[in-house]
């Protein structure tokens, strides 16, 4: 199925990129919400992805590795963004003390953070983005370090490094989480 509709594409049949984005679309989309934690810039990732990949499909040396190669840009494509929103913010903000505290794209005093209920999602959003693009590859779509490293160009030894300190500072994340609740809930009783 897949060699057929790169060989579609190569031939500029927009039908076989309508049937490409129908079968992957949802797995980009849903890669680079978790990846960016912005719903708007991945839903522009996916308009850019897809636009690549009918621009590109002549560097596809393996169609049958379509959805690997789909995804390889997809991840690409999140860090670039990634870059562009981190340069952004220093630019806007290059002290950033007016921020408090920053989460699910508006700003929070950080007194009214200690109510707020962490996700996983949320939780997700505090890592570091190479920390974040290897849980998301590791555990939501199951990859192995090898296909990890297919995917994002990255060596095996860093992916594994990488996925070791993902895991850790999650694991510290959710303590704190957890003990400010355990301290609001605590301070509710006393009111």
Known sequence: MEEEWVARLLQQDKEALA?????????????????????????DIV?????KVYRSIGQLR?????????????????????????????LLNPKGWALLFVRSDH?????????????????LKELPYHYREVIVLHYYYDLSIDQMREWTGVSAGTLKSRLSRARMRLSQLWKEEEDNETAFESTKGMG
Do not use: N
């Not at 984005?21 to 991945?42: C, N």
């Not at 049958?64 to 562009?84: D, E, G, N």
């Open 47 to 51: 308009q850019e992805v897809f636009l």
């Open 107 to 123: 700003m929070v005093a950080i007194d009214e953070d200690i109510s707020l209920r962490l996700t996983l999602e949320e939780i």
């Open 19 to 43: 049937l490409i984005v129908e079968q992957y679309g949802d797995d980009v989309l849903r890669t680079a919400r978790w990846l960016t934690g912005d719903y708007h810039a991945a839903e």
């Open 62 to 90: 393996e169609p049958s590795k379509l959805r690997p190669w789909i995804m390889k840009i997809t991840v690409h494509m999140c860090k670039a963004q990634m870059r562009k929103a981190s340069w952004s913010q220093l």
